[in-house]
């Protein structure tokens, strides 16, 4: 019993003492990257500012030609709506600002990786994604009514973003995201490019669903920018900010693939 009791009080201690590591390296690591902003946007080939002209970035106006057929597929995903996880259920590191069922992501790409068994429920997203150089991440963002997801700041100015819009509330004029001082509502089959490292929050004061293709690619820099950025990657996936959303995508992709047959065997047997 004794060796029973001290083995688990060991365990208690040693997953402490993670939790402790875990929460060092990502202040750390944060404030490292953060104190390099100025020498990125010093590196930035397209300059350094907190919205950006989309016409900069020519495979944005590929997506927005092609928005229709994104939007089908987002339209079948959803009825499966359920089997979709939270934001905060694939990243814990994300629960500041996801912090319930109400804003759902289905991920295609992360961390320059394809997930397959999302791309097979969207090819032909996937496909107009891959068109994207240096993609980074890709996910369906699903924000719920009446939600607000807090002022915060994105890790790395190495990387830029961009939102596709999806399913927009007929109210548009109460759903916006707010970067630094603009406030930019979406509009079905347009798309934005924003700096995430600055300040934004977002707001959807309405009783329906707003969605968006999310997805980041890699900043147009100078060779030692670029550089800096691979070490920055390298480094991101030796971390269970990486490893961990990595392990519960698989568990979220069984999830959804389950939910799926599920429907499709109801529909055969009917």
């Given at each position: 019993m004794a060796i029973e009791m001290a083995g688990k009080n060991l365990g208690a201690a040693y997953a402490r003492f993670r939790m402790q590591r875990r929460k060092r390296v990502k202040r750390y690591g944060k404030n490292f990257i953060r104190s390099m902003s100025d020498f990125i946007g010093r590196q930035s080939l397209v300059g350094d500012v907190p919205v950006y002209d989309k016409n900069d970035f020519p495979f944005v106006k590929t997506l927005e030609d092609n928005w229709h057929l994104v939007r089908e597929e987002v339209d079948a995903i959803l009825q499966h709506r359920d089997a979709i996880p939270a934001f905060v259920e694939v990243s814990a590191d994300q629960k500041k600002i996801a912090s319930d069922q109400r804003?759902?992501?289905?991920?295609?790409?992360?961390?320059?990786?394809?997930v397959e068994t999302s791309c097979?429920?969207?090819?032909?997203?996937?496909?107009?994604?891959?068109q994207v150089p240096n993609l980074q991440t890709a996910f369906f963002s699903i924000l719920g009514p009446n939600y607000?997801?807090?002022?915060?700041?994105?890790?790395?100015?190495?990387?830029?973003?961009?939102?596709?819009?999806?399913?927009?509330?007929?109210?548009?004029?109460?759903?916006?995201?707010?970067?630094?001082?603009?406030?930019?509502?979406?509009?079905?089959?347009?798309?934005?490019?924003?700096?995430?490292?600055?300040?934004?929050?977002?707001?959807?004061?309405?009783?329906?669903?707003?969605?968006?293709?999310?997805?980041?690619?890699?900043?147009?820099?100078?060779p030692l920018g670029r550089a800096l950025h691979k070490i920055f990657l390298?480094?991101?996936?030796?971390?269970?900010?990486y490893r961990e959303p990595k392990k519960n995508l698989l568990t979220h992709e069984q999830r959804f693939e389950a939910a799926v047959n599920?429907?499709?065997?109801?529909?055969e047997k009917t």
């Open positions: 804003w759902k992501t289905f991920v295609l790409f992360g961390f320059g990786k394809r097979s429920h969207a090819p032909n997203t996937a496909r107009l994604l891959s607000h997801i807090p002022a915060h700041r994105g890790v790395s100015k190495t990387i830029m973003r961009s939102h596709l819009a999806l399913i927009v509330p007929k109210d548009r004029d109460n759903c916006w995201i707010r970067v630094v001082d603009q406030n930019l509502n979406w509009e079905e089959g347009k798309a934005f490019v924003f700096d995430d490292t600055y300040d934004h929050e977002v707001f959807n004061n309405t009783g329906e669903d707003r969605v968006v293709l999310l997805f980041d690619f890699d900043r147009p820099m100078k390298f480094g991101l996936r030796m971390t269970a900010y599920r429907a499709q065997d109801m529909i």
